[in-house]
């Protein structure tokens, strides 16, 4: 907390840094809910028009479609003709997570000024103003998530208490940090901690980025390959104006998810695409599918190619190249701190796609295709291997390419 303690601290003077902490942060909360359900309701309004311009249904089913896929995004999942969808569209939940930033850190520079000042907190007193702005902002969040329940009936039935607790957990895990940025408390307090700490984190981060990188171009790849296939799935389905927005939206929003089922597949562990199927670079395994774009990209069934047992060696690689980069941010000398930094780095990164991969999947329509997912405990296992030999080496390679620099630049 030196920064605090350094000067007294000013207090901003505007109307918006006025305003009274236990009404602006459970404001903020709702306004972030909003935010992010608008474009949803909009698309959906677009689809309801576009069908047959209006002409059947009202305004207000759309505007619940609207609801019901925020809740979605959120974990509710809902039912189709009595089959049940529960996989969370990781679109929409990067989307409403993304929006709940941007308006946490707004929160965060508005309420900036609350809170002791640098004497009081030189005298002991404790800085309450982030955990309670957190708090209401969660509040705010999550009581909108709640009404938003309101929008399921006994046909759609999503699971309203899950969506709300997604909600607010959320609202916590997001918005948190970013209330703390925004009121420049989060650089203080990373201050105080061992060089080690945001070292490895940054480590964790990197590798983490690229893995889902070199996932994302895996899944680019195999879809130019197979575009004809993917556009002929259009053709099949004949869809009419509203339908193809449909299928769009539908596509962009497991985008996400679909990265996450390629990562799976880069780390040996690879999916299923409904029950009794398996998608792996030493195995495929499939049966009928549902016709929708991004199953274009599956490889062919039957004994893969030879050529895609390499790709096992992918994740270590991009690993490896993760922690060295994140490495130049936070440079070390040490074969014993690059080593660590590397390796538990890579640890923690395999831990998040194991929670990604958990994520990821769920039912998406009735019969065998209620088990569409990636194989989560075995891409964990595989990813704490790869991750973390990659990072290991990544670790030392950095290293000695840091000490090879602190020799040459010494003076003789």
Do not use: K
């Amino acid at each position: 907390m030196t920064s605090l303690l350094s000067a007294p601290r000013t207090r901003p003077v505007d109307a918006r840094h006025r305003r009274p902490l236990w009404v602006a942060a459970p404001v903020a909360g709702v306004l972030a809910g909003l935010v992010a359900l608008l474009p949803l309701v909009v698309v959906s309004l677009a689809g309801w028009y576009l069908a047959d311009g209006g002409g059947h249904g009202a305004p207000r089913d759309a505007l619940r479609v609207g609801a019901l896929a925020w809740l979605a995004a959120h974990g509710s999942g809902f039912h189709v003709q009595g089959a049940a969808v529960t996989v969370l569209p990781l679109g929409l939940t990067l989307w409403s997570g993304w929006v709940v930033w941007r308006t946490g850190h707004r929160l965060g520079d508005a309420v900036s000024g609350h809170g002791p000042d640098a004497d009081r907190i030189a005298d002991g007193e404790r800085d309450w103003t982030v955990p309670l702005a957190t708090l209401l902002f969660a509040g705010g969040y999550a009581v909108l998530g709640a009404l938003l329940t309101l929008a399921g009936d006994a046909r759609t039935a999503p699971d309203g208490s899950r969506a709300v607790l997604v909600a607010l957990t959320l609202a916590v895990l997001v918005g948190g940090p970013a209330i703390a940025t925004g009121s420049g408390r989060l650089p203080v307090w990373v201050a105080t901690l061992p060089e080690a700490v945001p070292a490895t984190a940054a480590a964790a981060v990197a590798v983490l980025r690229w893995h889902l990188l070199a996932a994302a171009t895996l899944l680019l790849v195999a879809l130019a390959l197979d575009w004809p296939s993917a556009a002929n799935v259009m053709s099949q389905l004949g869809t009419s104006p509203s339908g193809t927005l449909s299928m769009t939206v539908a596509s962009l929003v497991l985008l996400p998810n679909a990265v996450v089922f390629s990562g799976s597949y880069l780390l040996g562990a690879g999916f299923t695409v409904g029950t009794g199927t398996l998608v792996t670079p030493m195995a495929v395994v499939l049966g009928p599918l549902p016709l929708f774009p991004l199953l274009a990209a599956l490889p062919d069934g039957g004994e893969p190619a030879a050529w895609t047992a390499y790709l096992l060696g992918v994740p270590a690689v991009v690993a490896a190249v993760g922690v060295i980069r994140a490495q130049r941010r936070h440079p070390t000398t040490r074969w014993d701190q690059g080593a660590l930094r590397g390796c538990v780095g890579g640890a923690l990164a395999a831990l998040a796609f194991g929670l990604l991969a958990r994520l990821a999947g769920g039912a998406v329509g009735p019969g065998r295709m209620q088990h569409v997912a990636p194989f989560a405990s075995s891409a964990l296992v595989y990813a704490i291997a790869a991750f973390g030999i990659g990072g290991l080496v990544g670790g030392l390679l950095a290293t000695a390419w840091q000490r090879r620099r602190a020799r040459a630049s010494s003076p003789e």
